[in-house]
């Protein structure tokens, strides 16, 4: 039973945690992370490149591709104005080869 508990805990923080297929949430309620950009590389958590190109969206590549249907997201995200209210501190990059954890 312990470990039966343990790999649901195991399989939903990877489920969350992984995502770069992105949906933008229209409300903050239905968002899984909240987002701030930032104007600055290095405030980031993450460096984001955005890709026309679902195969290129990796887990924790910081490739993210965004998707018209909540339904095929890994993350829904919420930008918000105010960096104290975001769960993910981004900054988005012109180059493929920057994007990734900061």
């Known amino acids: 039973m312990k470990k039966l508990f343990l790999l649901i805990v195991f399989s939903l923080f990877f489920k969350t945690s992984k995502a770069q297929v992105v949906y933008l ?3 903050k309620s239905d968002a899984d992370k909240i987002i701030y950009v930032t104007k600055y ?4 958590d993450m460096i ?16 993210w ?8 997201a890994d993350w829904k995200v919420y930008f918000t104005k105010y960096k104290s209210n975001a769960d993910l501190i981004v900054y988005f990059t012109k180059y493929k080869s920057d994007a990734g954890m900061h």
């Open 48 to 63: 984001v490149y955005e890709t026309k190109y679902k195969s290129d969206a990796k887990p924790y590549s910081g490739i």
């Open 41 to 44: 590389k290095s405030d980031a």
């Open 25 to 27: 949430a229209d409300y």
């Open 65 to 72: 591709y965004w998707t018209k249907y909540k339904s095929n």
